[in-house]
């Protein structure tokens, strides 16, 4: 069986020609739901905010590739006073004036 063509599923459509020598499928499938389900169509990659939850909504959703949380970023730095100064978050240089 051979078909050719093009199946969207929110459409109902199939286009095509079947023959009973062959089984193979070639065309595009489109589908907004998978069995029932709705898709995520959110953010794939996000970054941690500092001062906020985030919370990305996929309960119930389909989800077609996972999802990324970038790392915050850190750095290590020595310092005059023969320490080590860390930034978390962003490398930004803050001037402190004690008196």
């Keep these: ?57 996929t309960a119930n959703k389909h989800l077609v590739k996972n999802i990324t949380v970038e790392k915050i970023p850190y750095y290590e730095t020595s310092n005059l006073s023969d320490g080590i100064t860390i930034y978390i978050g962003s490398e930004k240089e803050v001037e402190v004036n004690y008196g």
């Design 1 to 57: 069986m051979r078909l050719h063509g093009t199946l969207t599923a929110a459409k109902g459509e199939l286009h095509g020609t079947l023959s009973p020598s062959r089984a193979n499928l070639h065309g595009t499938l489109s589908a907004g739901t998978v069995i029932g389900v709705e898709l995520y169509e959110g953010a794939y990659t996000v970054h941690s905010a500092v001062h906020e939850a985030q919370e990305l909504p």
